[in-house]
Each structure stands twice: as structure tokens, then as C-alpha cells.
């Protein structure tokens, strides 16, 4: 399908839900009996360029109240656009449709031994190698990044995560440092070992910079990752079949984890994120008012 390019609102929402390797073949949420499509695939032209192909649309919460969600896959769109680009524009769009909670899911490689193909992560911190792109959206923000994956989302998606590791015979963990490297090539292995040193866990090309800009525009965010192989140099050399069969059988389930995720999520954040957007703005607003 041809996502077509609008310079109208879109559908205002609370939600949105940022898809990988779980909703890289599937499409988007639609295909779940609770969704109720109300846009499908649209591009909005933004002042940062086209953002990737959103769609909008409503589901029901355990409570029995509808949300709207935003489902989008940022590493889809003009490829001439750019990376940078591209993720600006989303989160450009995202705060103007009133997003405040994100949840994401992707795929990911092992830097330890510890985590194995098909476990999957919920990271609780990040190391980024990636160019910094922050402080577009609201400029002279200062965004402190203090537990920076949201409690409230962080929580859900662990829940849900270990009923899906129960029926899967699989594993799942609520601590990781997720590293990001720029790509579009994979890591060497002494860039591998070299991060592993840094403390990281994990490595991919998601995560950021959308953990980031999510709280510049005030939203909470938070990702589950599926393990797909060993990066470069952990074990002596990869198994592409096994990569292959994952990303084939059962990684299309982990955007089913997110949906779930996002539904069981209090209506009202529990959480602290939205005090550390401005730390520094909201301590010199204390000051003044202490005057």
C-alpha cells in the first residue's frame, strides 16, 4: 500500500506504539479483534519533512474504556529523507496529536553471554553512540534522563512479557543496558567487546534517539526487545537460520506484546517522568517562587 502524504491534523490520541522486528511483517495492530481502524498509513508533512506512514486507531483497555493509538514504524518512510530527519518529524507529529505514553518494541543482539536468541528485554538504561538530534523540538529544553524507561510502561510490558515467556518456554528481563550504535553496518568485534566494557547489554539500532525526544515532548517511554542473535565476536560465528527462523515464527508476536502492554496500562500515570522533562526550567521556577 502507498501511504499517502496529508499537511492536515491527524486524530488527536494518547497512545502510540512504535513497531520493529514484532510488527515488521505483521502490519500494524489492526489485525487484533480490539483494534478498530480509524486512519490507516497516512503521511503528514512536518517542518522537519514527511513523517513515516502512521495509523491511527481505537482499542479497548482492560477497563473496558477506548484508547487511541498511534502505530507507526519509524524505520519506514523516503529513505532520502534521512534518519535524523524522519524521527524528528514523528515526534514533531506525536506531541501535536497530544501523545504522552509510548510504548516500542524491536529486535536486538546479545553482547554477553548472559541473554540468549529468543529471551526477551526490557532495559532499564542505554548507552548511545548515535548522532545527538535533541533539543529541536522544544528548543533550550534541558531534559534530565534519570531513569529514563518509564516505571508505569516498564511494568506492563514485564507482566506481559512473562506470560509470553511462560507459553513460549522462553525468558524474560526487566534490567539491561540497551547500547545504540548508528549503523547502517553491524558492529566489528572489538566495537562489540568495547561497548560490552562500557557496561552494555544489548545492541541495536532503535532505542534512541526516541527515548530521548519521547521526553522532550513530555512523553513517557518504554521498549521490550526480543533477543534475534549474538553479536559480532560473542560466540564464534552466527546462526543465520536460527536469526531467520525467529524473526519468521515468533518475533511477529513480541507487537503483540506491546499491544497488550498498552491496554493494561493505568489510565493515569503513576509515574515521575513528566518532572524530569525541564529539570533545570522547573528548579529555576522553585527558585523564582521562593523569591
Known sequence: ???????????AAEYAILGGSGTGTLGSPEGDPRARVVQREK??????????????????????????????????????????????????LLQRAG??????????????????????????????????CGGQ?????????????????????????????????????????????????FETAAEVAALARLGGDIIGQAVTPAVYLAREIGACFATVEMVLNYAE????????????????EGAEELGGVALDALVALPPQ???????????VERGEARAAAQL
Open 43 to 92: 503521511v503528514f508533512t512536518t517542518p522537519f519533512g514527511d513523517t513515516p506512514p502512521l495509523t491511527n486507531f481505537q482499542i479497548t483497555d482492560d477497563a473496558g474504556v477506548e484508547r487511541s493509538v498511534l502505530f507507526v514504524r519509524p524505520h519506514e518512510g523516503r529513505p532520502e529523507a534521512g534518519r535524523e530527519a524522519r524521527i524528528l518529524a514523528l515526534f514533531w
Open 137 to 185: 523540538l522544544v528548543p533550550g529544553s534541558m531534559i534530565s534522563m534519570r531513569d529514563p524507561f518509564c516505571p508505569d510502561i516498564r511494568e506492563a510490558l514485564w507482566q506481559r512479557s512473562r506470560r509470553f515467556a511462560a507459553d513460549k518456554a522462553t525468558r524474560v528481563f526487566n534490567r539491561a543496558v540497551h547500547a545504540t550504535v548508528e549503523g547502517p553496518r
Open 233 to 248: 565476536g560473542v560466540r564464534p560465528e552466527w546462526d543465520f537460520d536460527l536469526l531467520r527462523a525467529i524473526v519468521q
Open 269 to 279: 500515570p503513576e509515574c515521575s517522568c513528566a518532572s524530569l522533562r525541564d529539570p
Open 1 to 11: 500500500m502507498v501511504a499517502s502524504s496529508e499537511t492536515g491534523q491527524i486524530a
Open 99 to 132: 501523545v504522552r505514553r509510548i510504548v516500542a518494541e524491536s529486535g536486538t543482539a546479545s553482547i554477553t553471554q548472559h541473554f540468549h536468541p529468543r529471551d526477551l528485554i526490557i532495559p532499564h538504561d542505554f548507552i548511545d553512540l548515535t548522532r545527538q
